[in-house]
């Protein structure tokens, strides 16, 4: 039984006959029917069947298996007893598994007693697991497959405008290219409370999209809003790094270490940039000697980029830093 012919309307008796009357196995059956057409009802009023008559086994069944096709039978298991919260948060998790299927799609995600009951923070929290995986999503094709997720955001935003979740939800649009729908979800947020995640979000985005300035003035509004925050001290120091102006990066980063003086990161930017601008040896060797506990090899190595381009910095230094980028 292939899963075309599932999707096209076999009955649930016919399923259960082909898996031998194991619920568990019908569930998988049913699920591949989902993934072959994830708009045709037929295969969700099945798995809908399967649950009424098969709950027990099933709930026991499919906690155990932890496979995808069981993550998302539970997603609309939890949809048919009313969890939606729960519902979303799996059906994240298998979007970010497998983007390449319109699991949105399913007719319950768009269905308005689900985007009636759905909690913004739920919904945050199923943006960022399909993120997970790193995938590309800034395609036309992904755009029209998450179009339904596209959709859940502007319902649930306006319905539920909190804004630390509305900025969460906001990473999705942006992965996918949809940088006025990232915005508007902060615009969205800000008409009910400025918080500071809203202006890293939209700092985020604008940095997507290459526009250092409003970058810049983005995480500026999240300093205001958190001037205690050394992660933002050091974001606005990279920044300005990138602008080519590094004594406001050497000082941001100096800020920073004024509330989180053991942060590595922040000791070894503002290392690079005091190197870059003045040629100091003693800050090169500081940085030499921090390079090794930084866990992110490709921001070590712009570091030392930065560095090495210090005026009048002796050769042997520079070497040695140099040998680090390519151990």
Request: hydrophobic share 45%.
């Amino acid at each position: 039984m292939s899963n075309q012919t599932v999707a096209a309307g076999v009955s649930l008796a016919g399923v259960m006959a082909h898996c031998g009357g194991s619920p568990v196995v019908a569930a998988e059956l049913l699920v591949g029917a989902i993934a072959s057409a994830p708009t045709a009802p037929e295969p969700y009023a099945a798995l809908a069947e399967l649950w009424q008559a098969r709950r027990s086994e099933l709930e026991g069944g499919l906690e155990k298996h932890g496979s995808l096709s069981a993550v998302l039978a539970q997603a609309h298991f939890c949809f048919l007893e009313g969890d939606m919260d729960n519902a979303v948060m799996a059906l994240g998790s298998v979007t970010g598994v497998r983007p390449d299927v319109a699991w949105g799609a399913a007719p319950w995600f768009g269905d308005a007693r689900f985007l009636g009951a759905v909690s913004a923070a739920a919904l945050a929290e199923a943006c960022l697991r399909t993120l997970d995986y790193g995938h590309d999503l800034d395609t036309d094709e992904m755009r029209e497959r998450f179009a339904p997720w596209f959709h859940a955001l502007d319902v649930v935003s306006e319905r539920d405008p909190v804004p630390e979740s509305l900025a969460a939800m906001a990473r999705l649009p942006r992965a996918c290219g949809r940088y006025d729908l990232s915005f508007a979800l902060c615009d969205r947020a800000d008409a009910v409370g400025r918080v500071m995640w809203t202006a890293v979000a939209r700092a985020a985005t604008w940095r997507v999209m290459g526009d250092l300035d409003q970058t810049a003035a983005a995480l500026e509004s999240a300093l205001f809003l958190d001037s205690a925050n050394w992660s933002l001290y050091l974001d606005l120091a990279d920044v300005r790094a990138e602008q080519g102006d590094f004594a406001a990066a050497a000082s941001l980063a100096g800020q920073g270490l004024e509330y989180e003086p053991h942060e590595i990161s922040l000791r070894a930017a503002r290392a690079a940039y005091r190197t870059r601008l003045s040629g100091s040896s003693d800050d090169l060797s500081s940085l030499i000697a921090l390079a090794p506990e930084l866990a992110n090899t490709t921001y070590r190595d712009l570091l030392i980029d930065y560095a090495c381009a210090g005026p009048k910095l002796p050769r042997r230094l520079v070497a040695q830093a140099r040998r680090i980028c390519t151990n």
